[in-house]
């Protein structure tokens, strides 16, 4: 079952088998055996990639959730021994992932040798439940039902420019000034990145010739003076304090804390929560340089 879920999850026969640790020839031979065994057809294969036919839909669902049950079984034994251990896998963003995420990963395994970490950092969340993914750190709430989040830090997204492009084009007054100012965006979630909304009631859509899918990029062109940008506070507060950068229209601002979002079934896992925990307290040691008054 574990075999499959890798193979079901990749997009190639020899994405699984790197994964795997096997041939891709190894890969195809076990999983016509299982075939063989069940009497169904799992997977339609062709030269690029593999997908699932309903059995094999059928199958996986089945088998995450027996390896999910196992899972917890394991966790419960080993959190009464109080030393967490086996895999842990977590998904965040790329800059947050870098900076915060990852330190905490490297300070955790250091403290329960017994724990293996995959840290896998997109641009936008993955689906927790069908990447097998135990632990997600992400902006705003989560929007599968059956997920368990807890606040990591209270956060907004803030409106940013250097005070040399401010002496050059003017600070604006009003929300509608942004569609007269160089504003530089996120092509990020999927989202209309262009259209910036504050609450329920306000918005703008703003231009500019500057945009990536790179927060760290784009604070950095916001640095050099060449436009407003919507960013969070724990990104950008230091430059604000140092007076690399001035906040704009203050009264206008996202709500965007950072969560760490699992799935339910893992509401008692040791490794998670003490993960958390973790993360948790080395973010609030920094607190201060993360967010503004």
Known sequence: MRFFTVVAQRSSLSEAALELGLT?????RRLARMEDRLGVRLVNRTTRRVSLTSEGEAYLAASMDIINRIAAAEEAIVSARGEPQGLLRINATFQFGREHVAPAVSAFVNRHPGVEAQLVLTDAPLNIMEEGFDLQIRFGEPTATRQVMGLLLRNRRVLVASPEYLRGHGTPKRLSDLTQHSCIVLRQEHAAYDVWRFGTEDSVRVAGGLSTNDGEIAVSWVLNGHGIMLRSEWDVASHVRAGRLVVVLPRYYMRADVMAVYP??????????LFVELLRERIKERTPDLQLN
């Open 264 to 273: 339910e079934r893992l509401n008692l896992s040791a490794k998670v929560r």
């Open 24 to 28: 891709a020839s190894a890969v195809s």
